[in-house]
């Protein structure tokens, strides 16, 4: 059990330590290497092809921890007990739900008919970050349908990141948002599977590390261009706080799991020695009593 901890927690920190590497890379390639003008990196640009293979390399190593501890990965479920859990469901609802009311505020939702179902769907997706999460009270037939309402509106955000005309859809932080939004629905996906009975912990494993990889690599360097006032008419600022929420979201969940690896083993052998001990029962001393 430890050395499946060891492992666990191995890829954990080289998943995490990637995405704030590549992140870190990512900003210095947007500030030296970015035509903002033309909305690509320049010519002969040589920290985007950096990043672009550190990340595929990265979701490799994902994929190779995963499978090495797929043994071990009985007893990963999902935990709501845990008070950086309820911290980071409680920030990713509020947010969803700040960005929504801006959405309508502004009027950016009203202008097509994707843009009022994101808009409704956005209300399911905050309850089940809220309900069940950070507030104790839902049923688990009702979290069931929030987690597929989730991934209708993680859907709907794809959808509406590559029918977005505003921005080429071969734009490097373009193509980023979308990866990176796949990614995070792939993972709440698998997610949802532990609501319905039918869980799959080494691609949850897997998939949460990968999130955790592209949601980092996509937010952080953004946040950072933001503050630094940065190609500020590229970024939508809603935007990528949520991203940044979900980012933390997986990142504490993923931490949370070390706990749970290899938490069946224990079980199994306490098992095993109870049905040794009926098998072959230890023999009784009894005192000698008599002078």
């Not at 709501?80 to 502004?106: E, M």
Request: net charge negative; glycine share 8%.
């Amino acid at each position: 059990m430890k050395n499946s901890r060891m492992i666990y927690t191995c890829g954990l920190m080289v998943s995490l330590i990637a995405s704030l590497g590549l992140s870190s890379m990512r900003v210095l390639a947007l500030l030296m290497e970015f035509d903002d003008a033309a909305g690509y990196y320049e010519h002969g640009a040589v920290l985007p092809t950096i990043v672009y293979v550190g990340t595929v390399l990265s979701v490799i190593l994902a994929l190779v921890f995963a499978l090495l501890l797929r043994r071990d990965l009985g007893g990963v479920r999902e935990a709501t007990d845990s008070y950086a859990h309820v911290f980071a469901s409680a920030l990713a609802g509020f947010i969803i739900i700040g960005c929504t009311l801006l959405a309508i505020l502004s009027g950016e939702a009203s202008g097509s008919a994707l843009g009022i179902v994101t808009l409704v769907l956005s209300l399911p997706a905050a309850l089940y970050f809220l309900i069940g999460k950070a507030l104790p009270v839902g049923t688990k037939g009702f979290r069931i349908i929030a987690s597929a309402l989730l991934g209708l509106w993680l859907f709907s955000l794809i959808i509406s990141a590559y029918v977005d005309t505003s921005v080429e859809i071969s734009n490097p932080n373009h193509i980023m948002l979308t990866l990176a939004l796949i990614s995070a629905t792939l993972y709440f996906l698998a997610e949802g599977r532990f609501r319905v009975g039918s869980p799959d912990p080494t691609r949850y494993v897997f998939l949460g590390f990968t999130a955790m990889i592209m949601l980092g690599l996509y937010s952080l360097p953004n946040m950072v261009l933001i503050i630094l006032r940065a190609y500020p008419d590229v970024y939508a600022l809603s935007r990528e706080v949520l991203m940044l929420a979900l980012f933390i979201y997986v990142l504490i969940r993923m931490c949370i799991v070390v706990g749970m690896v290899g938490g069946d083993d224990d079980e199994e052998e306490d098992d095993d020695g109870a049905e040794q001990a009926e098998q072959y029962p230890q023999p009784v001393y009894r005192r000698n009593t008599r002078t």
